[in-house]
């Protein structure tokens, strides 16, 4: 990657995948991916891996007006952020496992930054040059939990799989041009132009790194548009971003877990409200729904 400002130079991309047992690095050539060695293989059949590996992966929680409006909340001065563990980690072409015994599974079409050298008190203006690129993410969410974990989202937003990235990792493309927009089997369900954020990705990155030290892989998830909502088993969900690609992955099920123990899926004004968006709620639920935020 360059090693300059991210967004300098032509357009390179690199994924990562599993071939023949062993992670490589391998650049797109057409319907093909090209191994370090030389060797190619058809894109079509290859076994992706996220193309970074985060010591921690670090989300804000409101960042797109149209999202503020739709919940009638309001973004405030500086942003809030959470975290996702790191086994959250997921892939391009990967699966989104909803338990059996939930039923809100929400897609939240987002773009990752992607950390390329330590970063520590770093101006906005100077961010870029720390970054080693950005790529499609989905910042999927089990809403059946929000009534436990609702600001921490430690399970909400935390369990395996959670943070599907990719299909690779893409830098010379300036990305504050860029439109997000998530497709659920086909049809486009949210859109979004990064000029809409209310926080800048520099501007996040200079804040968390104030305090927190940034390390070479970690992932910054940016925000999401309006219009979050459940998949249903069998959905293919897709985060298009302008420029870098579009992520793909599949929705199934596991078994619900094997011990009946702590806080247990709910289903109330509160989880509705989040999952499928205040409007779906009674005026009543709306009143409960508008008192638990």
């Not at 970063?119 to 929000?146: I, K, Q």
């Amino acid at each position: 990657m360059s090693q300059g400002n991210v967004f300098d130079g032509e357009r390179e991309e690199w994924r990562r995948i599993l071939h023949e047992g062993t992670p490589h690095w391998v650049k797109p050539e057409g319907e093909e991916l090209v191994l370090g060695d030389g060797r190619r293989v058809e894109e079509a059949s290859a076994s992706y891996l996220p193309p970074c590996d985060p010591t921690k992966i670090l989300c804000v929680h409101l960042n797109y007006p149209s999202r503020a409006i739709e919940f009638g909340a309001k973004i405030g001065k500086t942003p809030t952020y959470f975290q996702k563990p790191t086994t959250a980690m997921n892939a391009h072409r990967g699966h989104l496992h909803r338990p059996a015994d939930c039923q809100y599974l929400n897609y939240e079409g987002e773009i990752a930054a992607i950390v390329g050298k330590p970063m520590r008190n770093v101006a906005p203006e100077e961010t870029w040059s720390y970054l080693a690129g950005f790529a499609p993410a989905n910042d999927v969410g089990c809403h059946d939990y929000r009534d436990t974990d609702s600001g921490g989202m430690t399970r909400v937003k935390g369990m395996d799989g959670f943070c599907p990235v990719g299909p690779g990792l893409v830098c010379g493309v300036d990305v504050r041009e860029s439109t997000l927009r998530t497709w659920i089997n086909g049809e486009v369900v949210q859109e979004g132009k990064v000029d809409e954020m209310t926080f800048g990705i520099d501007y996040m990155l200079a804040d968390l790194c104030r305090h927190i030290t940034l390390l070479p892989g970690d992932v910054v998830l940016t925000g999401t548009p309006a219009n979050s909502r459940p998949m249903t088993l069998g959905d293919v969900v897709e985060v298009e971003v302008s420029g870098l690609g579009k992520l793909s992955n599949t929705v199934a099920e596991i078994p619900a877990p094997a011990h009946d123990i702590g806080h247990q899926p709910t289903d109330t004004p509160a989880v509705r409200g989040v999952a499928l968006g205040p409007a779906s709620l009674s005026d009543e639920e709306r009143e409960t729904y508008r008192k638990r935020r």
